[in-house]
């Protein structure tokens, strides 16, 4: 559907005008970019907003042709950047204290963002007047402001729903005096494993299954209280929900959130319904803080069907160097081939790593190793049968969009959540040891690449890949979600 050009008195109706706020991340921002190129396609102006510490980032790497649209072919699409008060030298992996400093400093910078956009909404030939931001839940600041100035919002959540599900329940995990932890030994006691039979549609959790910002033994820990006092409450607030997932994958939980939630809107695999849009979407910007190694592609060429385990932990998660050479350890004996993503950054604790020893495991294992990879193109290709993951929400997707079965390393946030619902209830994956170990993680990718465990996971994955398909196209579940959240929220908001 595209949005009217023309009102009934015949005269020209401005398109809808949305402001896109994703948090400063890759996970957060490319979602938030594909809704913003298929909202865009169907004849709505955008304002995409960074904050500069992300932005920063991706000059310095790509510089600014790269990560900005041609004013030239998409004069409609436009990308304004906020000030954060975010030093360069913060890492990107240090969560609570990005959220701390957004929190503290993109108010008043917003604010004035929105007063620019409605003063040259007056003038001639100026863009249309703004009629409704959409919101990262995680960006609180930006619909608080938009309710301040009477703009209408809508958040987007760009995690799993299953995800948000755990999140919602933080404050009943303080009630029931389950957090914060008592002390560290719970990490090893066994107390993660109490089960959690009371959180809707999710009856199997175990506390060590909730989004891990709540696994703590701080009483006053950032991510818990801002998640449970301001990310939630502000959801809660919120005239419509938008979630990038498959209905069909989270219909359950979905429709448990809809008891607390406004309406939601499902419109996922975003990237999917966007390559099945027939109208023409803005290029894409380049997102990546790291230049992708195409070199793959043609690596994978040369390598039979389902041969290749593909590893990649995302573009925040960290892990120590013990960790590191233990996984480099459990691909080379797993007796496949594998393509390893290994960011510059992922190593954080200051332990020595025998670059040329792993360089030596690597060669004599037939895998290749690239510090970053076109993820999308990874995944579908022919000679990729296992895909070794955090979890991430992005990455789960992509994988369920490619047909390709999952085994699961989470490491923060809902990724733990979602490695949960991946082996209870979607059934296309398997988890790997909370302790990183080279044997078990050999053993448990054999049984993925070649086991009866795989063959089934296989199967299940494909099965979801038909779904996505079917959801994606012309009158799928998702297609029809982005139609409605057209109609009913966003060209209402503009009228």
Not at 364 to 379: E, K
Request: proline share 8%; net charge negative.
């Amino acid at each position: 559907m595209a949005v009217p050009s023309v009102a009934a008195t015949g005269t020209a109706a401005p398109p809808p005008h949305l402001v896109l706020v994703p948090f400063p991340a890759q996970g957060h921002v490319a979602p938030l970019l594909q809704l913003a190129r298929l909202l865009h396609a169907r004849g709505a102006h955008i304002t995409f907003v960074h904050t500069h510490f992300n932005y920063r980032r991706l000059v310095l790497a790509k510089g600014e042709p790269a990560v900005l649209p041609s004013a030239a072919t998409s004069p409609s699409f436009r990308v304004e950047v906020i000030d954060d008060g975010i030093p360069l030298s913060s890492p990107q992996h240090d969560t609570a204290a990005l959220v701390d400093a957004l929190r503290r400093n993109c108010p008043a910078p917003f604010r004035a963002l929105l007063a620019r956009l409605a003063a040259e909404a007056e003038t001639d030939g100026g863009a249309p007047p703004v009629t409704c931001v959409v919101a990262d839940v995680v960006m609180p600041f930006a619909p608080a402001v938009a309710r301040e100035l009477g703009v209408p919002e809508v958040q987007f959540f760009t995690a799993s729903a299953c995800g948000l599900m755990g999140y919602l329940h933080y404050g009943e995990l303080i009630r029931r005096g389950l957090v914060p932890l008592k002390d560290e030994s719970c990490f090893t006691n066994g107390y993660l494993d109490t089960p959690l039979e009371w959180v809707p549609a999710m009856k199997h959790m175990r506390l060590r299954d909730m989004p891990a910002f709540c696994h703590t033994t701080d009483p006053d820990d950032v991510m818990v209280a801002v998640t449970q006092h301001e990310y939630m409450a502000s959801a809660a607030a919120s005239s419509a929900i938008i979630l990038n997932t498959l209905y069909e994958l989270e219909k359950d939980v979905v429709d448990a959130l809809a008891a607390f939630l406004p309406p939601i809107y499902t419109v996922g695999p975003l990237a999917s319904v966007l390559s099945s849009s027939s109208s023409t979407p803005p290029p894409a910007m380049d997102i990546s803080i790291w230049k992708e190694d195409t070199r793959c592609l043609p690596w994978l060429d040369g390598k039979p069907a389902s041969s290749v385990v593909y590893v990649n932990f995302g573009s925040v998660a960290v892990m120590t160097a013990a960790q590191t050479l233990e996984l480099a350890v459990g691909l080379a004996r797993c007796g496949s081939p594998f393509l390893w993503v290994r960011r510059p950054d992922v190593v954080v604790d200051g332990g020595e790593l025998p670059e040329e020893a792993l360089h030596d495991v690597v060669a004599r294992s037939g895998g290749m190793v690239v510090p970053w990879c076109p993820q999308a193109a990874v995944l579908g290709h022919a000679a990729v049968g296992l895909f070794v993951s955090h979890c991430g929400w992005n990455s789960m997707l992509e994988a369920v969009a490619a047909g390709k079965p999952v085994l699961g390393w989470p490491i923060k946030a809902e990724q733990t959540t979602n490695c949960r619902q991946l082996c209870e209830v979607w059934g296309h994956g398997a988890r790997l040891p909370e302790k990183v170990e080279s044997g078990a993680i050999a053993g448990m990718v054999k049984e993925m690449m070649g086991g009866e465990l795989g063959k089934e996971k296989r199967a299940k994955a494909a099965e979801w890949k038909k779904a996505v398909e079917a959801a994606a196209m012309e009158g799928g579940s998702s297609w029809r979600n982005v139609e409605r959240l057209l109609d009913d929220v966003l060209l209402v908001a503009s009228k």
